[in-house]
């Protein structure tokens, strides 16, 4: 820390020293909001040396977390993409409910360990009324976003905090929650709070056309390629007309804050009818139209006219909805296919409940892992969980097609594009993923110059062949794989930054084979997939012994070769032993002529844990697969929320 950032930081211990001993409200060396919020600190009585740090009971948490399901699920992938840039900082993000009540958080270790010393973390009360000044709080407060460095805390104890904070609203207006990111101060970076405002925008969009599905939603921008980022305006319209929502950026281009916006209509803002521009989105080629606004400056928008439409008239099949209604929630089983995919290992089931929260919702999903680890696996799961399941998955290998073929294989040509081309043109991989997934398989190996027309692609639903004029409507979900982290691509300039920020609404890291805590039962659903009904066969002993201490760098691709090969060796048999092992397989596991001796399984601990223990941890862990969803969880476990609510209250009193 310079001298000059210890100079600031002396002056504003002092000045807060001054505020709180003799009252004397600080000129110059503190701004506006701070000194307002020691004020109101200072009404309620707060202390300076105050030690008490209220955290709600893990049931209340639960409760909390329920009830803001939609808030979570929104908030989680923006949250890790938000870590990804911060991470190694001694930082961390975290997630506030309306009344400052931390949801959910993730951060550096080192970081998270000091910071649950304040009860900085899940369960954790922020709001200034029991924190005094403090990010998460004094943005609720405000109702803007704030940044709290270090002596500018009210409480003496979270002085070694530095803190951005923005609060995020619902596209009524209304606060949801805080968004955050907490760090050690020494660390303290000067854009921190521009990336907590951009993620809580994120979020804040992502919210908008899922809450509006039988209403009119319009994106706009004066730039046309602005449309499709965060920073599109969006605005919804009931289908009569009459103004509903708007988000910050729309209000920014209409020149009107919420409060003016009551009352307007369609036709009070846009120069067009609705009807003609509903007509115009339905038959024009292009799906980004021109509009003018009312003050006459000309404006890009796409337009969705929602299920209320008749896409024949233009006009409301439905009635309007009454105003203060809400649509409820749709419930979705979980699909079996992408559960299945994990035995009991905690890193699958985390990931699992992740991808399980976001499909269905248009996001589209990156995933990480080395090779061999069932990226494509996962990724066909995710198609046959997702609304497009009936239609087509296509993968594509990016890093195995020639650069000189990758753009007529994703985009198609025309008869006669160039020499050598089919005789009828090719539609395209893109194309042939419409109404179904694209699955773009090792996506950091795509050459730059061909990840601008990819990004167009996504953001205006359009592909336009080589050689060809006319341009395709296509409607895809879009996974992508890599054995690399696509953000160091990002940063040695091989690989855009729009692009990256496009395709990862939500990253999915896959653990080694080595790392999974149920490799063994994965090794026997291995064998039984590949000896079919009509046989059975083991593993022995000593070979399960091997299975358990072996490295697997070819991960489960290795698992699956190494027993389909033990199956032809075996002929006849019923049990394979170390025989049908290579020598190079079991050399690799560092056991030689002693693996009986060498590779041994540690015992599992005994059964004789009480019940209540047994249950406690079985809440517990089926709360973690869950995200912390009551609803989900107790129909998991087949008894009713309110039993679920009565445990967890039991557990936090210490009764059975």
Same mark, same amino acid.
């Given at each position: 820390?310079?001298?000059?950032?210890?100079?600031?930081?002396?002056?504003?211990?002092?000045?807060?020293?001054?505020?709180?001993?003799?009252?004397?409200?600080?000129?110059?060396?503190?701004?506006?909001?701070?000194?307002?919020?020691?004020?109101?600190?200072?009404?309620?009585?707060?202390?300076?040396?105050?030690?008490?740090?209220?955290?709600?009971?893990?049931?209340?948490?639960?409760?909390?977390?329920?009830?803001? =399901?939609?808030?979570?699920?929104?908030?989680?992938?923006?949250?890790?993409?938000?870590?990804?840039?911060?991470?190694?900082?001694?930082?961390?993000?975290?997630?506030? =409910?309306?009344?400052?009540?931390?949801?959910?958080?993730?951060? =550096?270790?080192?970081?998270?360990?000091?910071?649950?010393?304040?009860?900085?973390?899940?369960?954790?009360?922020?709001?200034?009324?029991?924190?005094?000044?403090?990010?998460?709080?004094?943005?609720?407060?405000?109702?803007?976003?704030?940044?709290?460095?270090?002596?500018?805390?009210?409480?003496?104890?979270?002085?070694?905090?530095?803190?951005?904070?923005?609060?995020?609203?619902?596209?009524?207006?209304?606060?949801?929650?805080?968004?955050?990111?907490?760090?050690?101060?020494?660390?303290?970076?000067?854009?921190?709070?521009?990336?907590?405002?951009?993620?809580?925008?994120?979020?804040?969009?992502?919210?908008?056309?899922?809450?509006?599905?039988?209403?009119?939603?319009?994106?706009?921008?004066?730039?046309?390629?602005?449309?499709?980022?965060?920073?599109?305006?969006?605005?919804?319209?009931?289908?009569?007309?009459?103004?509903?929502?708007?988000?910050?950026?729309?209000?920014?281009?209409?020149?009107?804050?919420?409060?003016?916006?009551?009352?307007?209509?369609?036709?009070?803002?846009?120069?067009?009818?609705?009807?003609?521009?509903?007509?115009?989105?339905?038959?024009?080629?292009?799906?980004?139209?021109?509009?003018?606004?009312?003050?006459?400056?000309?404006?890009?928008?796409?337009?969705?006219?929602?299920?209320?439409?008749?896409?024949?008239?233009?006009?409301?099949?439905?009635?309007?909805?009454?105003?203060?209604?809400?649509?409820?929630?749709?419930?979705?089983?979980?699909?079996?296919?992408?559960?299945?995919?994990?035995?009991?290992?905690?890193?699958?089931?985390?990931?699992?409940?992740?991808?399980?929260?976001?499909?269905?919702?248009?996001?589209?999903?990156?995933?990480?892992?080395?090779?061999?680890?069932?990226?494509?696996?996962?990724?066909?799961?995710?198609?046959?969980?997702?609304?497009?399941?009936?239609?087509?998955?296509?993968?594509?290998?990016?890093?195995?097609?020639?650069?000189?073929?990758?753009?007529?294989?994703?985009?198609?040509?025309? =008869?006669?594009?160039?020499?050598?081309?089919?005789?009828?043109?090719?539609?395209?991989?893109?194309?042939?993923?419409?109404?179904?997934?694209?699955?773009?398989?090792?996506?950091?190996?795509?050459?730059?110059?061909?990840?601008?027309?990819?990004?167009?692609?996504?953001?205006?639903?359009?592909?336009?062949?080589?050689?060809?004029?006319?341009?395709?409507?296509?409607?895809?979900?879009?996974?992508?794989?890599?054995?690399?982290?696509?953000?160091?691509?990002?940063?040695?300039?091989?690989?855009?930054?729009?692009?990256?920020?496009?395709?990862?609404?939500?990253?999915?890291?896959?653990?080694?084979?080595?790392?999974?805590?149920?490799?063994?039962?994965?090794?026997?659903?291995?064998?039984?997939?590949?000896?079919?009904?009509?046989?059975?066969?083991?593993?022995?002993?000593?070979?399960?012994?091997?299975?358990?201490?072996?490295?697997?760098?070819?991960?489960?691709?290795?698992?699956?070769?190494?027993?389909?090969?033990?199956?032809?060796?075996?002929?006849?048999?019923?049990?394979?032993?170390?025989?049908?092992?290579?020598?190079?397989?079991?050399?690799?596991?560092?056991?030689?002529?002693?693996?009986?001796?060498?590779?041994?399984?540690?015992?599992?601990?005994?059964?004789?844990?009480?019940?209540?223990?047994?249950?406690?941890?079985?809440?517990?862990?089926?709360?973690?697969?869950?995200?912390?969803?009551?609803?989900?969880?107790?129909?998991?476990?087949?008894?009713?929320?309110?039993?679920?609510?009565?445990?967890?209250?039991?557990?936090?009193?210490?009764?059975?």
């Amino acid at each position: 820390m310079g001298s000059l950032a210890l100079d600031k930081l002396n002056g504003v211990r002092k000045a807060r020293e001054e505020f709180l001993s003799h009252g004397v409200i600080p000129v110059g060396m503190v701004n506006e909001t701070i000194i307002r919020s020691w004020q109101r600190s200072a009404t309620r009585g707060i202390g300076m040396e105050r030690g008490e740090t209220r955290c709600t009971p893990r049931y209340d948490l639960m409760e909390r977390r329920d009830k803001n =399901d939609i808030l979570l699920l929104r908030s989680q992938p923006v949250m890790e993409n938000l870590y990804h840039e911060i991470c190694g900082t001694s930082s961390m993000v975290l997630l506030a =409910d309306s009344e400052g009540v931390v949801l959910h958080s993730i951060g =550096d270790p080192d970081f998270v360990d000091q910071a649950q010393k304040v009860y900085l973390k899940p369960g954790g009360i922020w709001s200034e009324g029991v924190n005094g000044t403090n990010a998460i709080g004094t943005a609720l407060e405000e109702q803007a976003a704030v940044q709290v460095h270090s002596s500018e805390h009210y409480i003496d104890k979270n002085r070694f905090l530095t803190c951005s904070a923005t609060p995020i609203f619902d596209p009524r207006g209304a606060v949801l929650g805080a968004l955050d990111v907490s760090g050690d101060y020494r660390s303290q970076q000067q854009h921190t709070l521009a990336l907590v405002r951009l993620s809580a925008q994120i979020i804040e969009n992502q919210m908008f056309a899922p809450e509006f599905p039988n209403d009119i939603v319009i994106c706009f921008h004066l730039k046309p390629e602005f449309i499709g980022t965060l920073y599109e305006g969006i605005a919804v319209f009931s289908p009569q007309g009459d103004f509903i929502a708007a988000n910050r950026s729309a209000l920014l281009q209409f020149g009107l804050d919420r409060f003016r916006m009551i009352g307007q209509s369609f036709a009070s803002l846009f120069s067009i009818s609705l009807k003609k521009l509903l007509e115009q989105g339905r038959f024009q080629n292009h799906p980004v139209l021109k509009l003018q606004l009312k003050c006459g400056a000309d404006v890009y928008g796409r337009v969705w006219p929602g299920a209320s439409i008749s896409p024949v008239t233009f006009l409301p099949i439905v009635p309007a909805r009454s105003k203060g209604s809400k649509e409820l929630p749709v419930v979705r089983e979980e699909p079996t296919l992408l559960t299945g995919l994990e035995l009991g290992d905690s890193k699958m089931q985390a990931l699992i409940g992740k991808a399980l929260r976001v499909v269905g919702h248009d996001i589209p999903i990156m995933i990480e892992g080395e090779s061999g680890t069932g990226k494509e696996l996962l990724a066909r799961a995710l198609h046959l969980a997702g609304p497009r399941k009936n239609g087509p998955f296509i993968p594509v290998n990016c890093a195995s097609i020639p650069e000189g073929l990758i753009e007529s294989e994703l985009f198609g040509y025309e =008869d006669g594009a160039f020499t050598g081309a089919r005789r009828k043109g090719h539609m395209g991989k893109i194309r042939e993923a419409d109404k179904g997934t694209l699955f773009l398989d090792e996506i950091g190996e795509m050459p730059l110059q061909f990840q601008a027309r990819l990004l167009r692609v996504l953001q205006d639903h359009m592909v336009t062949p080589l050689g060809g004029s006319n341009s395709f409507r296509v409607e895809i979900s879009v996974v992508c794989a890599t054995n690399r982290r696509v953000r160091d691509a990002v940063a040695a300039g091989t690989f855009r930054e729009d692009l990256y920020y496009r395709l990862n609404g939500l990253l999915l890291t896959l653990p080694r084979l080595k790392e999974r805590e149920d490799r063994l039962l994965l090794a026997g659903k291995i064998l039984d997939q590949c000896v079919g009904e009509e046989r059975s066969v083991s593993i022995s002993p000593r070979v399960l012994r091997i299975f358990e201490n072996h490295p697997w760098p070819g991960n489960i691709r290795q698992m699956h070769n190494v027993l389909r090969t033990a199956l032809a060796l075996l002929g006849d048999g019923n049990e394979i032993t170390l025989d049908e092992l290579s020598e190079d397989f079991i050399d690799q596991a560092g056991c030689g002529a002693n693996v009986g001796e060498r590779c041994e399984i540690q015992p599992v601990a005994g059964n004789n844990a009480l019940l209540a223990d047994n249950e406690a941890r079985f809440i517990s862990s089926t709360l973690e697969r869950t995200g912390g969803n009551i609803t989900a969880a107790a129909r998991m476990m087949g008894i009713g929320r309110n039993t679920l609510y009565r445990k967890l209250r039991g557990q936090a009193a210490g009764s059975p």
